[in-house]
């Protein structure tokens, strides 16, 4: 099978204020609006998110972002009035968490300060 492209997606109950977020989050607003009821972005990071309308499965989804430096992801969050919960340290890195306006969870990690070695 040859694969195109990959999308990662998550559940909105209200369009408008989960567009408001990402353009925020990701600092541009969407590529394109394919259909009524999705919205994405092209290459985020090398990444393709959309974010599509459907209330019974709103809050559900789980979407993982590295950013280089936690403390800077932290001053921009903040900035558009986000704060980051759950704080945690390991050998290599740093988690911490977020939540979109309908409870879909965004762990933010900040890469290993040294090669991982299992």
Same mark, same amino acid.
């Given at each position: 099978?040859?694969?195109?492209?990959?999308?990662?997606? /998550?559940?909105?109950?209200?369009?408008? @204020?989960?567009?408001?977020?990402?353009?925020?989050?990701?600092?541009? @607003?969407?590529?394109d609006?394919?259909?009524?009821g999705? &919205?994405?972005? @092209?290459? #985020?990071?090398?990444?393709? &998110?959309?974010?599509?309308?459907?209330?019974?499965?709103?809050? $559900?989804?789980?979407?993982? #972002?590295? #950013?280089?430096?936690?403390?800077?992801? @932290?001053?921009?969050?903040?900035?558009?009035?986000?704060?980051? #919960?759950?704080?945690?340290?390991?050998?290599?890195?740093?988690?911490?968490?977020?939540?979109?306006?309908?409870?879909? /969870?965004?762990? /933010?990690?900040?890469?290993? $300060?040294?090669?991982?070695?299992?």
């Open positions: 099978m040859h694969i195109q492209a990959i999308y990662a997606a /998550l559940a909105t109950a209200n369009m408008d @204020r989960a567009e408001q977020f990402y353009t925020q989050l990701f600092e541009r @607003r969407p590529d609006r394919p259909m009524d999705l &919205i994405q972005w @092209r290459g #985020v990071a090398s990444a393709n &998110i959309q974010i599509f309308h459907d209330e019974e499965h709103a809050g $559900s989804g789980r979407m993982t #972002v590295v #950013v280089p430096k936690m403390d800077q992801a @932290r001053r921009s969050l903040e900035e558009i009035g986000v704060s980051i #919960v759950g704080e945690k340290q390991g050998d290599y890195g740093k988690i911490a968490q977020v939540t979109d306006p309908d409870g879909n /969870l965004i762990t /933010l990690a900040e890469p290993p $300060s040294r090669p991982f070695h299992t």
